[in-house]
């Protein structure tokens, strides 16, 4: 009895064909873990709102580092956020400031965790969190400040209530 065999597969097309899986295995595992890593970071990369009566809340829930976070949008573009009471006006690099199309005002001295440096005042006309809505917010722009997120401080802030149980923060602004 005659027995057909198969062809032969080269073993090269094999070893390709199962890095390419592996490749794929790969990549697909790090955009899982990338995207669930980036909302460890920032959970509130989409700002919840609730309109009741004559307020409008927003909810910010606290990151594994401890601080608040968020995606708010200054004159309709979208910026990322670090909730700081600290700071008096909503502070913004100079790299956050020209995405946004800001405009340095009157120099001023600021003091800030590297020092004192000459800041410059501006002003945002309006800032989005979630459904609450600022405008014409005092704000300052800080040459040294790292990155493209904004501190969002008590210029902003002091328009609002907020209180913090557990996790969660609630921003109320009432209209």
């Known amino acids: 009895m005659k027995y057909m065999q198969a062809p032969e597969v080269s073993s090269s097309f094999g070893k390709i064909f199962t890095l ?4 794929l295995l790969g990549s697909g595992l790090f955009w899982f873990f990338q995207d669930y890593l980036s909302k460890q970071q920032n959970p509130n990369q989409r700002l919840q709102s609730n309109v009741s009566g004559q307020q409008i809340s927003t909810e910010l829930i606290r ?6 976070l968020g995606v708010a949008y200054i ?3 979208p910026i990322e956020f670090l909730l700081d009471t600290g700071a008096t ?3 913004i690099s100079e790299a956050a400031a020209i995405k946004l199309g800001l405009i340095k005002g009157q120099p001023i001295r600021v003091s800030t ?3 004192v440096t000459t800041a410059w005042r501006s002003e945002i006309a309006e800032l989005k969190l979630g459904l609450i809505t600022l405008t014409q ?3 300052s722009i800080v ?7 904004i501190l969002l401080g008590m210029s902003a802030l002091k ?3 907020f209180r913090q149980q557990g996790n969660q923060l609630t921003l109320i602004q009432t209209i």
């Open 20 to 23: 390419i899986t592996w490749l």
């Open 63 to 68: 990151n594994r580092a401890g601080h608040y």
């Open 75 to 77: 004159n309709g573009q």
């Open 89 to 91: 006006t909503v502070a």
């Open 113 to 115: 965790a590297n020092g």
């Open 137 to 139: 917010v005092p704000a």
């Open 143 to 149: 040459p040294n400040l790292a990155g493209t997120e």
């Open 159 to 161: 328009q609002l209530e």
